[in-house]
């Protein structure tokens, strides 16, 4: 797995070595990790864990909320209070999103009792 250390370089975590980025682009590290769970862009907040949190989401099939969740309980970056606060904050709109999908479904499921229910003319 690779770390992003400025533009010229990323560092390969398995091996505990900087390479040069254009290198693994072009492929020329045979032993590079290539994919997408084998570097980091940006900052490396997620690369202490073996498995990535987007892993978890794909493999569990959880939506954005509940992925970013898990994104933020799994990150160890700076003030943990912060990332505390984010998660609230996303908790907070996904109990709203599910209230109002929730509200929907019963008001469409008695549309349609009605709709059965109403004597034909």
Known sequence: MFEMHRDTEVYDRPNGR????????????????????????????????KVQPWDIVEMYGLDFFEGNILKYLLRKKGDRTEDLRKIQ?????????????????LEEANDRAE???????
């Open 115 to 121: 709709r059965i229910n109403k004597p034909n003319d």
């Open 18 to 49: 900087l390479i040069s980025a254009a290198s693994v682009k072009q492929g020329k590290d045979e032993d590079a990790d290539t994919s997408a769970n084998g570097h980091m862009v940006g900052t490396s907040d997620y690369m202490a864990h």
């Open 89 to 105: 904050h996303y908790v907070e709109k996904y109990i709203e999103v599910v209230e109002r999908r929730a509200r929907r479904a």
